[in-house]
């Protein structure tokens, strides 16, 4: 499964897959509702937006990425992984357009 980004498309990912025997599963394009880290990037790039300071740096970044996750609420992150029984059927029955929240 991926997000169906170009860069997950591409030729060298194609062979790559090809040659470690690797079956894509079918998925609904561009489905972020379906892919939990992409909740997960949403909080981590609000709560870094919401510091004092901001990253002058991909090392910065890197560094406070590795804190703000550290300090994310497991309560979000379980109540995320619950609701994916839900997000799944709404996408079945929208036969995988985009879900409401």
Not at 7 to 30: C, N, Q
Not at 37 to 48: C, F, K, M, P, S
Not at 68 to 87: C, D, G, I, N, T
Request: hydrophobic share 40%; net charge negative; with cysteine.
């Amino acid at each position: 499964m991926d997000d169906n980004a170009r860069p997950h498309r591409t030729l060298a990912v194609e062979k790559l897959l090809e040659s470690e025997d690797i079956t894509r599963m079918d998925w609904p394009a561009y489905s972020p509702d379906l892919n939990p880290i992409e909740h997960v990037w949403d909080a981590l790039g609000r709560r870094i937006a919401a510091r004092l300071h901001h990253p002058e740096n991909t090392q910065q970044l890197k560094q406070m990425l590795i804190e703000e996750w550290a300090l994310l609420p497991q309560e979000m992150l379980h109540q995320l992984v619950l609701s994916m029984r839900r997000r799944c059927e709404a996408t079945i029955a929208v036969r995988g357009g985009h879900i409401p929240h």
